[in-house]
């Protein structure tokens, strides 16, 4: 089934190598939109990731208007999500910790009508599955939209329920994309990269260490920061996928896991693997 379909280890030479007079405008600048009250970490942690996989500039917005500054990665400018929605932005992840409440749902809408390309996480798509018009303005938007869904939040997005995603999950993939004109990873096991035209690939990285809270923010931030450095929306989905699963396998191997594996660990490792993959390719 998945004969020549895999993703390979050739993926991560598809970033291009840095020019001795680069500057942080050629790198993008990714916006995170989401941390509402009790669920700031997601939205940090996204941020945070971003940052990690070379976004140029990266903002943060929380729906929690008391946060100002995050301590532990003072280099993510955090503004409010009005400010947000009005910046200049190469690329928007909408959805850790956004929350489903009015205020949320006003958000997203207001994205969706943005020229960024878009990347829509968590409760982005559980207030998307439920509502017609964010249905359609997902399916008119002009830019990229990339969705990152784990089988409940597809389930959703589908109108069925999760046995009938995992049941055929190349299926339901190939569904999302059609139905929301977007480019989707169907999270889990052999994480399913999909595109319009039909094209899709299957993530052979990874291990249960990824099974663990915040590793999903973490993916939508580096998404985020591959596209900000303009990669093709199809191969930042395919080769953030990759880099998330080696990192986790990486960080097995040195003893770091599976059990206690944390998100915060995993963009960190991807930033090394990375790096390395471009040194060796120069």
Partial sequence: MYDGQLIDSTILQTLPCRATDSNKGNFGTAGL???????VGAVLLAARAALHLGAGKVYAASLDHRIALDFGQPEIMLVTPAQLLTTPLTVMAVGPGLGQTDEAHRLLAAALQSTAVLVLDADALNLLAASPHLKSLTRNRSAPTLLTPHPG??????????????ADRTAAVLRLVEHYRARVVLKGANSICAAPGGAWRVNPTGNPGLASAGMGDALTGMVAALLAQQLEPFVALQLAVYLHGAAADSLLASGAGPVGLSASEVPVEARRLLNQAGALSQ
């Fill in 33 to 39: 939109l989401g941390g509402a009250p009790g669920m």
């Fill in 153 to 166: 939040e597809a389930a959703r997005l589908l109108g069925c329920d999760v046995p009938a995603v995992q």
